[in-house]
């Protein structure tokens, strides 16, 4: 399944994987804060926006809700956003945690595939 290529790919992706359907990727982010909140190792080591020093994690919250806001609108994330927006390692180990599943990711870079949650 294609996804929108509107820098909420990866939320999307899990959405689509949980739920049938894309447009919930925002739950998803929800889901992901909700565990950071929880597990605040886990977003200090393995979020872009806390390895740049842009903010507390309240200041991420604020910033992942104001680029949901504009992608629901439409509207273009700015371009030095992107980079602390993206999904990653982090936001894939917060949904298979708090879903107790296994996420499998390949990673053409290294060609090598990496598992999250291995117990899940």
């Known amino acids: 399944v294609q996804m929108r290529s509107d820098g909420a790919c990866m939320y999307s992706a899990l959405s689509y994987s949980l739920t049938g359907v894309q447009h919930k990727f925002s739950e998803i982010i929800n889901d992901c804060l909700s565990v950071f909140q929880l597990l605040p ?6 979020t872009d926006f806390s390895a740049r020093r842009l903010g507390a994690f309240e200041d991420y919250v604020v910033f992942m809700f104001d680029c949901v ?4 609108s439409d509207a273009n994330l700015p371009k030095n956003s992107y980079l602390s927006f993206w999904g990653e390692d982090a936001h894939l180990r917060a949904i298979s945690l708090l879903y107790d ?4 990711v390949y990673q ?4 090598k ?3 999250f949650n291995t117990k899940g």
């Open 101 to 104: 599943l296994r996420v499998y």
């Open 69 to 72: 806001q504009k992608i629901i």
């Open 113 to 115: 595939w990496s598992v």
């Open 108 to 111: 053409n870079v290294n060609n």
């Open 41 to 46: 190792d886990l977003y200090n080591s393995g």
